[in-house]
């Protein structure tokens, strides 16, 4: 065998952990360390100065720990106390902290007040009766009689427990009075008691953490607890175990249904005798053959060794605790690189000593804290259970015969909450994490159990949880939108986090088709919708770089994250169910890259499916031979993304924006989308060739030394690389960093009649500047429009200005990476010198496209070396750690690049140009002679154009204060509009861009449950016709017509930015019955 891959795939994971922990152990900001007031790992006497226990005894024990190799054994009789007087850091944990972003992870800006608190682990080796509990005073006396704070523990537990205390929510004294200079602490065991605890990783801080979970040991008392909190764990659990299961069950079908669920999901895995998964040449055998070496180097690295009565071995926390001990792990560390690899050496290879590595490591586990009612503290990896969960899938007979089976069920239950299926909230959207990383993991804890009634109404209420997910969400909430717009975040993500989720749904769909559980008609249709979505959106398999938030690099779904998705809803069992869906399928099939899919083949974040995903691929792909069909031609638009798409023969554009309901760009960690602040600013896309190569392909790859701050068809500042390059720092008001930013503007989205459209974009930078001014400049306005009709696009754009006299604003035309082999002209000339200044003309650029500006704008173009970045990550399945230097590398590149130059504090400057598609160069003469459209009107009220060999008047109407040109001459609001008319007939297409959400703040820190979980209303708009029309066909939304001094009044209902064709014709006199 050829062992170059899995070699490789081996030194990568190795490689990840150790700069990870280099990372996370040398490298951590200081802000996290500045927080700490005191910390105690019980390594040495001196930890315990001043630490006294009363009818009981302390002294260091290396049988457990959690930090270093010891911990602090408290043995204890009844009535036992331990008093500290004059502890260390106290003081600094019980003041004020005095405002800032204390977290790397989910950094926020916290103004001044009382944060602090505590964070320690307990152990014990058998669970004990009763609370132990903690008084926090001004001195010792204090500390015993009338303390500031107490908190007290559940003893209910054995193994590790996280204990993460805020003072002032979650342990203050009601009515206490007395000083607030906190000195002495006291714990008391409860009466009747005695025994052993251990402790050890004791931290005092001046900021605990929101992130923090209440659990089966100590319940928080958050103040900004928001009911969507994704931190917050035990309620589900408390309502799982209060649920009382009494159905009557057919054991005998319950059986058969739950097995052949389970077949499907263990084939999806596995696969079968056959080797159909090889034709498709993932290389997904040297893959997981790589993983499974390194699984077995990694589990050396977890030092875990069993005595009689404990399992020990590296200290586990979470990824989401930023003060974890120096010879500590992490979830991601720890468990991702080595469950699911030992689990499939067992089950392929029949490798016993893996089995036996990973039944150990299950104990090591559940010794750790990672079990039924604890969680380390916080819960990030709750989103990270499929590897762990398809690990116990594979080995549930050997558990079951080890009696384990049940233990490791019920921390399934715990952590996968599935409790929240029983009491489900349908007036919100599900968090998209919680579905790709959670929905397969709550299957097969359902199929774990045994088959009885309470099987049996989980499998029911999976069921109706899952076509809850499915269904389109309110507001802001995850997940689908009524255009089929995937959320997270509060906004649209149509790759990862939403394209996960969806696949997963698929899969789901798939496993229960036929059986009692399978999904409703109307999840079946939503899911095909959003997957026909995808496609349309579209180019090959590459989308819009702004529309997938903080990972615009990774802005392909269809090869990788929903390729199996396709599959799955084109099938039910072995058979092809939707030949539609199919064929779609087989079209992406022939242009994706094999190599893409494998993420979705090993689970992490999500999964889908290992050999037999494969398998059933390639046996669709077999059935279906040479029939394949790609998306139709013509205009997608979704205003839940302000985003279009447009498709005609070999050509395709899309073009973003943002306004007051779609956010600007996400940025996240060093490396996550650091340079996209622009990406909404009309950035239009276009291409033309073959589709199999992709954006990049043509020379569009924005990590290659592109220009951030001109994106081609986007309004922006031409910036210094280091202008455009911004981390996100919270303050007092953007609280999260200047990120996720709504504007007050309502139009981002566009228009589709037939297969022509238009996108209209009210550019405003509302974001309040920093000092700087630069990247982010309130004075920054644009109106944008874009006419997509035949094998034209238009656009024009008016209002631009600012009051930046240090930057040029620009609107660029393209740029491209200088390629010898592919040449871009203007006028007929190659360009090849530095920048030249012109006064319109026209552009053929490497791809084809034309570009025709007519004279009279000021142009510049030119083949110039230019400083940009490049970065590192581009995708979340990218470790994310805590070092934060080397995401980006300055690049010197040679890049060819055409734009308006509207200059340094422009005022009311505008340009006009069209880019022509589908078209040789030899047949470009009869644009270049005449226009072919009329622009009838462009300022800031509205863009007008009169198409000419169409016939259609195309209307970007941004204020309703003046009176239009055209057929439609009036409108009481902001409107898209498009009106064809022919020989009497006249069809009007109108769309309302205002999705009339409720309004949240500058961006989406925060966001309330009401704002994020409101639907969107309609309205009524009114419109003035030239002339008088009528009603040709019955229109659902047209509410009234009427006719005023010869014009024509219509009302009409207009909702969710949809596009309402609405035909209309002069009455023909002759016809009119007299009688």
């Given amino acids: 065998m050829n062992y170059s891959r899995a070699t490789l795939v081996l030194t990568l994971i190795l490689s990840t952990i150790a700069q990870s922990l280099k990372a996370q ?66 003081k600094e944990a019980g003041d004020f902290y005095p405002g800032g972003q204390p977290e790397v992870y989910e950094p926020s800006f916290y103004k001044q007040a009382r944060y602090g608190g505590i964070k320690m682990w307990l152990y014990q080796e058998t669970p004990s009766r009763g609370k132990l509990t903690f008084q926090v005073g001004s001195n010792l006396q204090m500390a015993n009689t009338a303390p500031k704070y107490r908190f007290s523990v559940n003893l209910n537990f054995t193994g590790w427990r996280a204990v993460w205390v805020n003072f002032e929510e979650d342990a203050k004294v009601k009515n206490y009075k007395g000083s607030n200079e906190m000195t002495s602490l006291v714990a008391s065991v409860p009466s009747g008691q005695s025994g052993k605890i251990f402790i050890d990783h004791f931290l005092l801080l001046s900021f605990v953490s929101n992130k923090r979970h209440s659990d089966q040991q100590f319940e ?265 717009s995937i959320y997270h975040h509060r906004g649209t993500y149509l790759n990862t986090y939403g394209t996960n989720a969806l696949n997963t749904m698929a899969l789901i ?85 094999p190599e893409a899919v494998v993420k979705m083949l090993s689970p992490s974040l999500t999964y889908s499916g290992t050999f037999g995903t494969l398998n059933l691929v390639e046996r669709l792909q077999k059935m279906l031979g040479a029939h394949k069909h790609k998306p139709v031609n013509g205009i997608t638009v979704m205003p839940y993304s302000g985003l279009l798409a447009y498709r005609t023969a070999g050509a395709f554009a899309t073009v973003k924006g943002y306004n007051k309901y779609v956010w600007d760009f996400e940025s996240g960690g060093k490396g996550e989308n650091n340079l996209g602040r622009y990406l909404g600013h009309g950035m239009l896309v276009t291409a033309q060739g073959d589709e199999k190569m992709g954006f990049k392909g043509l020379g569009l790859g924005l990590n290659e030394g592109f220009d951030w701050s001109m994106l081609p068809g986007a ?32 139009v981002a989205s566009g228009l589709q009649q037939g297969t022509n459209g238009l996108f209209a974009l009210d550019l405003r930078d509302d974001v309040f500047p920093d000092k700087d001014k630069s990247l982010f400049d309130n004075s920054f306005m644009a109106k944008k429009t874009y006419f997509f009709i035949g094998d034209e696009i238009i656009c024009l754009g008016s209002s631009i200005q600012n009051n930046d006299i240090r930057y040029p604003t620009v609107t660029t035309l393209f740029q491209y990476r200088s390629d010898e082999k592919r040449k871009n002209s203007f006028n007929g000339k190659e360009i090849s010198t530095l920048n030249q200044k012109a006064d319109g003309g026209y552009f053929t650029d490497q791809n084809g496209l034309h570009y025709i500006i007519p004279k009279g ?66 047949d470009l003469k009869p644009y270049l002679q005449n226009k072919t459209y009329e622009v009838m009107q462009k300022n800031a009220s509205a863009h007008i154009i009169r198409h000419l060999s169409s016939g ?124």
């Fill in 509 to 593: 769909h798939w496993l229960l088709s036929g059986t009692a559980y399978q999904l409703s008609p109307q999840t079946t249709s939503n899911l095909k919708q959003a997957l026909k979505r995808q496609a349309e959106i579209a180019y090959g398999v590459d989308i819009h770089y702004g529309a997938g938030g903080r990972f615009p690099l990774g802005n392909s779904s269809l090869d990788g994250f929903t390729f199996p998705a396709l599959a799955y809803m084109s099938m039910n069992g072995d058979a092809i169910a939707d030949q539609e869906m199919a064929e779609l399928f087989n079209y992406i099939y022939d242009i994706a890259d």
């Fill in 857 to 922: 704008q000021p142009i510049v173009l030119g083949q110039n070396k230019q400083i940009s970045y490049r970065g590192a990550n581009v995708g979340d399945q990218k470790s994310i750690v805590l070092n934060t230097s080397g995401a980006y590398e300055k690049t010197q590149e040679v890049y060819t690049k055409a734009w308006f130059d509207h200059g340094t504090n422009p005022k009311d400057k505008g340009y006009e140009y069209e880019i022509v598609l589908n078209t040789p160069t030899a």
């Fill in 25 to 90: 152990n040398e490298s951590t900001p200081t802000f996290v360390n500045d927080i700490v007031t005191n910390y105690l790992t019980f390594e040495t006497t001196n930890d315990i100065t001043n630490w006294k226990a009363e009818k009981g005894g302390l002294s260091f024990s290396d049988a457990h720990f959690k930090d270093g190799r010891q911990s602090l054994l408290w043995a204890y009789q009844n009535g036992a106390t331990l008093e500290i007087a004059n502890l260390k850091g106290l």
């Fill in 952 to 1075: 259609i008047t195309a209307y970007a109407i941004y204020s309703s204060l003046q009176a239009l040109k055209g057929t439609l001459i009036h409108v009481d609001k902001p409107m898209l509009a498009m009106v064809k008319e022919q020989m009497g007939y006249l069809l009007l297409t109108l769309a309302d861009p205002d999705i009339r959400q409720p309004k949240w703040n500058h961006n989406m820190s925060h966001m309330p449950d009401s704002i994020t979980n409101g639907w969107g209303t309609g309205s009524i708009a009114t419109l003035t016709l030239k002339g008088e029309w009528h009603i040709a066909k019955r229109v659902q939304e047209v509410a009234t017509v009427s006719y005023v001094n010869g014009n024509t009044i219509l009302k009409v209902f207009c909702k969710e930015g949809k596009s309402t064709d609405i035909p209309l014709q002069h009455r023909n006199m002759n016809n009119i019955d007299t009688e």
């Fill in 715 to 746: 309004t922006t500042k031409m910036l210094p690389a280091d202008k455009v390059l911004y981390y996100t720092k919270g303050d007092q008001k953007y609280i999260e960093g200047k990120h996720r930013n709504f504007s007050e503007s309502v």
């Fill in 220 to 484: 928080n008392h958050k103040l900004n607890l928001r009911s969507g909190d994704g931190y917050e764990i035990l309620e589900p659990y408390q309502i799982f175990l209060a649920k009382q299961f009494n159905q009557q069950v057919d054991v005998k079908k319950l059986t058969e249904e739950s097995k052949t669920i389970a077949d499907r999901l263990e084939f999806l895995i596995l696969g079968d005798k056959t080797s159909d998964w090889k034709k498709r040449n993932t290389g997904i055998e040297k893959t997981i053959d790589g993983k499974i070496k390194s699984a077995s180097i990694v589990f050396n690295k977890l030092e875990i060794h069993k005595s009689s009565n404990a399992v020990n071995g590296r200290p586990l926390f979470s990824i989401r605790d930023e003060h974890i001990a120096k010879e500590g792990l992490i979830y991601d560390e720890a468990m991702l690189p080595t469950v699911f690899p030992l689990a499939m050496d067992y089950r392929l290879n029949g490798n016993k000593a893996s089995k036996e590595k990973l039944m150990l490591i299950f104990d090591y586990l559940q010794d750790q804290g990672w079990a039924a009612g604890s969680a380390f503290g916080t819960v990030d990896h709750v989103i990270k259970l499929n590897p762990i969960a398809i690990a116990l899938f594979l080995v549930r007979d050997d558990l079951k015969a080890q009696n384990k089976l049940k233990a490791e069920t019920d921390m399934l239950i715990w952590h996968t909450r599935l409790g929240s299926m029983l009491t489900i909230d349908y007036t919100r959207g599900e968090n998209s994490d919680k579905i790709r990383g959670g929905a397969l993991a709550k299957l097969i804890t359902i199929l774990l159990k045994e088959n009885d009634s309470r099987k049996q109404e989980l499998l029911q209420d999976f069921k109706s949880y899952m076509d809850y997910v499915a269904s389109i969400s309110p507001g802001y909430s995850d997940t689908f939108k009524p255009d089929f």
